[in-house]
Nanobody, 124 residues
Framework: VQLQASGGGLVQAGGCLRL?????????????VGWFRQAPGKEREFVAA????????TYGDSVKGRFTISRDNVKNTVYLQMNSLKLDDTAVYYC??????????????????WGQGTLVTVSS
């Protein structure tokens, strides 16, 4: 599975942005797709994840209520809609795919495939 993330950019605080992650290869071989982020000098942080097929999404506490993860099965693409962006949302965002069990869906080490990352910069 190959993942190609896009959609990052510069946005003002309070604004919105939508990230895309296009999957190719055998995307149906993975059970979960997710987004992680890493800010300069900080550890990688779980953002959101959902089953590739139908199922409930899981969100990190810092983005709950502001971000939404969705997927388009026809286009094999996963989206991250980010609203009410804050300065602390500035980071490189990575999409990932794998087969973590539900209780471990936040653990990046359980994801097999990673995109190249897309930079989101939130300015004041």
């Amino acid at each position: 599975v190959q993942l190609q993330a896009s959609g990052g950019g510069l946005v003002q605080a309070g604004g919105c942005l939508r990230l895309s992650c296009a999957a190719s290869g055998r995307p149906f071989s993975v059970a979960v797709v997710g987004w992680f982020r890493q800010a300069p000098g900080k550890e990688r942080e779980f953002v959101a994840a959902r089953p590739w097929s139908d199922g409930v999404a899981t969100y990190g506490d810092s983005v709950k209520g502001r971000f939404t993860i969705s997927r388009d099965n026809v286009k094999n693409t996963v989206y991250l809609q980010m609203n009410s962006l804050k300065l602390d949302d500035t980071a490189v965002y990575y999409c990932a795919a794998g087969r973590p069990i539900t209780s471990a869906i936040r653990e990046g080490r359980l994801y097999y495939y990673w995109g190249q990352g897309t930079l989101v910069t939130v300015s004041s």
